[in-house]
């Protein structure tokens, strides 16, 4: 493939996909425009103290072109209520919780185009290590050995999300945040003309280790009729300690109208901890309701001016027979 004048196909780096999220990560791994491919995207290690490991990744090179990989590992942290990986380059943890310090991986190496390499990673746990989640990202950055005329060369970036949970004392806790249904600009609203309706969910984690909050949402009518069942959090996506994750649930049906109730069932953790939360909300379609009484009131308008204008018509008739008859009766007495 030759180079031209631009960069081509630079490589978005697929940690920028939303949190943790296996099913995602390995869709965007496997993305070619990645210009690197790497899988697995998301290692998930129990690990303990003391001991070391080995995780076998496999790095392919997608572009028509041979590329030099360096690595560097990183910490991570979640950005905003997204769950979006938040890399941390200057992370001031200390080597008990920081997984730079951990982790040692081959750099260094050149892939010729679309050909691959099993690279071992090597994760060390301290015998110090604090218990709980840490969390960091092993990067691969490719870029080509030579640069052409205009001094512009290919380069090509992806990294592994890890998630290790080290023994010791576990605390998986987590909160609800607030529970509420959105109007379509995601502020909260109890109030809708018509589906569909947007139910947000967050939840806070309290605990040291990351969580995968699951569940359903179950609508009822203001007759208690079950209207529907949505799913929560379908993608196992995990929120990491000390941190606030919103799962966003929608739901459409073609007809509702009225008072209605959800209520949120969430399970988590090794021991099925739950979380459950009620809300309400009015589904009014006002303008379909606004155009039948306008409808109606000229339906009526129309029907009453013609029942008026018959009953005129009546009268008048009756009147001129009454006017006859005194007429008549008149002429004879006289």
């Known amino acids: 493939m030759r180079l031209s004048g631009k960069l081509i196909g630079s490589t978005i780096l697929s940690l920028l996909v939303a949190l943790i999220s296996p099913i995602a990560l390995i869709a965007h791994a496997a993305d070619t425009a990645q210009g690197v491919q790497i899988s697995p995207a998301l290692v998930e290690l129990n690990a303990s103290k003391g001991k070391t490991y080995t995780i076998n990744l496999r790095v392919m090179n997608v572009t028509g072109d041979s590329l030099t990989y360096n690595t560097s590992v990183a910490d991570f942290s979640s950005s905003g209520e997204t769950g979006t990986p938040q890399i941390v380059e200057n992370s001031n943890l200390p080597d008990t919780a920081s997984i730079k310090t951990w982790v ?9 185009a679309h050909k ?5 990673v090597t994760v060390t746990i301290p015998s110090n290590a604090e218990a709980g989640g840490h969390y960091g990202v092993v990067r691969f950055s490719g870029s080509t050995p030579n640069v052409d005329t205009n001094g512009v060369g290919l380069t090509a970036s992806a990294g592994v999300l890890f998630l290790i949970r080290v023994d010791g004392t576990i605390v998986e806790k987590a909160d609800l945040a607030s529970f509420f249904t959105a109007n379509s600009k995601g502020d909260q609203s109890s109030f809708f003309e018509n589906s569909p309706i ?3 969910v967050r939840v806070e984690n309290v605990g040291n280790v990351h969580v995968k909050p699951t569940g359903n949402i179950e609508v009822r009518d203001m007759f208690g009729n079950v209207v529907t069942t949505q799913p929560v959090n379908s993608e196992l996506s995990n ?4 941190s606030i994750r ?5 739901m459409d049906k073609s007809w509702m109208f009225g008072l209605y109730t959800a209520n949120l069932t969430l399970g988590y953790g090794t021991t099925g901890q739950a979380i459950t939360a009620t809300t309400t909300f009015w589904v009014i379609p006002y303008k379909l309701i606004l155009a039948v009484l306008i409808v109606l009131a000229t339906i009526i308008f129309i029907f009453s001016s013609i029942l008026k204008s018959h009953n005129k018509r009546i009268a008048d008739r009756v009147r001129n027979e009454i006017n006859s008859q005194n007429k008549n009766h008149t002429k004879k007495k006289g």
Not at 104 to 110: A, L, N, Q, R
Not at 239 to 242: F, G, N, S, T, Y
């Open 246 to 250: 919103r799962f966003d649930v929608k």
């Open 104 to 112: 040692s991986v081959e750099t260094g190496f050149t892939l010729e």
């Open 116 to 120: 691959e390499k099993n690279v071992d």
């Open 239 to 242: 929120v990491l300690p000390k």
């Open 198 to 200: 947007n139910f947000a």
